[in-house]
């Protein structure tokens, strides 16, 4: 089976650089997508094939890949961004998409 | 505006059957795929599976493969998920979401919590 692997949580202080890792071996040639959902919400698409942005998203998020790892990076946090984290992508295949576990992120 | 919009929350006893729907607005409905995301209560997003309205093909998660089954009326614009039997371990919210042409999932509905108890 394809895993997408992420820490379960990641805590920051406002101001400071938060930084989501995603690993998982297909994500070396398979892009990789960002999500973002809040309590009691539907998740909010972040980051697009590895590292482009949304429109409407804000310029704090941005991606980055290497190897079979991609990193979300939220500089300057801020309590609004307290959230699940979820990376996405496709299997060799191109056909099955996965979820990794989430990350959740706390704003101290 | 792009919007999708799932039917409202849904409680049944444990063998019944469910149909859940998404109706798309906004753009041309039978040219993106919809996938359906599943989330259990305190857990992670899953995902269940994706159709092409266009001409209803159907991918599933190999997890979900006999467990549910996907259809789209193109008439109505509205995507379904749908159980024959449902079972306890059923007990989740469920996304629909569109899959744009950047291949990542742009819209998504506000789900529909279903509750599968005796």
């Known amino acids: 089976s394809y895993e997408l692997t992420q820490p379960p949580s990641v805590s920051v202080s406002p101001g400071q650089t938060a930084k989501i890792t995603c690993s998982g071996d297909a994500l070396s040639n398979q892009y990789a997508y960002w999500y973002q959902q809040k309590p009691g919400q539907a998740p909010v698409l972040v980051i697009y094939q590895d590292t482009k942005r949304p429109s409407g998203i804000s310029e704090r998020f941005s991606g980055s890949s290497s190897g079979t790892t991609v990193t979300l990076t939220i500089s300057g946090v801020q309590a609004e961004d307290e959230g699940d984290f979820y990376c996405q992508s496709v299997d060799s295949s191109g056909i099955y998409r996965m979820f990794g576990g989430g990350t959740k992120l706390t704003v101290l | 505006e792009v919007q999708l919009v799932q039917s409202g929350a849904e409680v049944r006893r444990p063998g019944e059957p469910l149909k859940i729907s998404c109706e798309g607005s906004?753009?041309?409905?039978?040219?993106?795929?919809i996938a359906w995301v599943r989330q259990m209560p305190g857990k992670g997003l899953e995902w269940v599976g994706i159709?092409?309205?266009?001409?209803?093909?159907?991918k599933f998660n190999p997890a979900f493969q006999d467990q549910v089954a996907f259809s789209a009326d193109r008439s109505s614009n509205t995507a379904f998920l749908q159980w024959s039997s449902l079972k306890v371990s059923d007990t989740a919210m469920y996304f629909c979401a569109r899959r744009d042409f950047r291949d990542a999932f742009d819209v998504w509905g506000h789900g529909t919590m279903v509750t599968v108890s005796s």
């Open positions: 159709i092409y309205p266009g001409d209803s093909e159907s």
């Open positions: 906004g753009y041309n409905f039978t040219n993106y795929w």
